[in-house]
């Protein structure tokens, strides 16, 4: 079974900078399988990110995801006061195939 | 435009089983294959279930395989979960989503959740 693990738990900062999160996979897993999602409280998830580096409708240039095999990125350029909050990678992938979700990052402001 | 309604969630004692269903409206529902996500309170996101477009296929978390059953009725656009020997465990959210097109894997369109709470 793939392991996510999202790093780090917490980032805080300001509106205005840019945030780097990671999300690491215990195996190779792939591109096209990796997504991103956001969370805000008390709503469901919002898919940002699929593919590993493709936009989802609607989703605003200044979210962008990269990386490939077991280490994949998740950068926002500038943040907006709407971008603070939980943000979750995901994989499908293996033989039954399973998806897994990675613990989750919270951008919280400084 | 797209929507997902889950319902039948509330607190049910451990041993007992409870029915959720995610009503659908806005797509052709026949042809998205479903799955189920829970969280719960305060944690992160965990995969249950999902099943595929035409049926065919379904698979199970560890944690609820042989105790969960997802199905569709494709005739009322509505995905079910059928939740058996519940557990303490499995008190959480439940979000329905949809598997995006022309994909396997991420979940494009989600619920608004329901919550079951499993509790003597």
């Known amino acids: 079974e793939i392991v996510l693990t999202q790093s780090p738990g917490t980032l805080s900062l300001s509106p205005g900078e840019r945030a780097t999160l990671s999300c690491r996979a215990s195996?190779?897993?792939?591109?096209?399988?990796l997504a991103w999602y956001q969370q805000k409280p008390g709503q469901a998830p919002r898919l940002l990110i699929y593919?590993?580096?493709n936009r989802a409708t609607g989703i605003p240039d200044r979210f962008s995801g990269s990386g490939s095999g077991t280490d994949f990125t998740l950068t926002i350029s500038r943040l907006e006061p709407e971008d603070f909050a939980v943000y979750y990678c995901?994989?499908?992938?293996?033989?039954?195939?399973?998806?897994?979700f990675g613990q989750g990052t919270k951008v919280e402001i400084k | 435009q797209v929507q997902l309604l889950e319902s039948g969630g509330g607190v049910v004692q451990p041993g007992r089983s409870l029915r959720l269903s995610c009503a659908t409206s806005?797509?052709?529902?026949?042809?998205?294959?479903m799955h189920w996500v829970r969280q719960a309170p305060g944690k992160g996101l965990e995969w249950v279930a999902v099943?595929?477009?035409?049926?065919?296929?379904?698979d199970y978390a560890d944690s609820v395989k042989g105790r969960f059953t997802i199905s569709r009725d494709d005739s009322k656009n509505t995905l079910y979960l059928q939740m058996n020997t519940l557990r303490a465990e499995d008190t959480a959210v439940y979000y329905c989503?949809?598997?995006?097109?022309?994909?396997?894997?991420?979940?494009?369109?989600w619920g608004q959740g329901t919550l079951v709470t499993v509790s003597s």
């Open positions: 995901q994989q499908y992938g293996g033989s039954p195939p399973t998806w897994t």
């Open positions: 989503a949809r598997v995006r097109s022309g994909s396997n894997g991420d979940l494009d369109y």
């Open positions: 099943i595929w477009y035409d049926g065919s296929n379904k």
């Open positions: 195996q190779s897993v792939s591109s096209s399988y």
């Open positions: 593919g590993a580096s």
């Open positions: 806005g797509f052709t529902f026949s042809s998205y294959g």
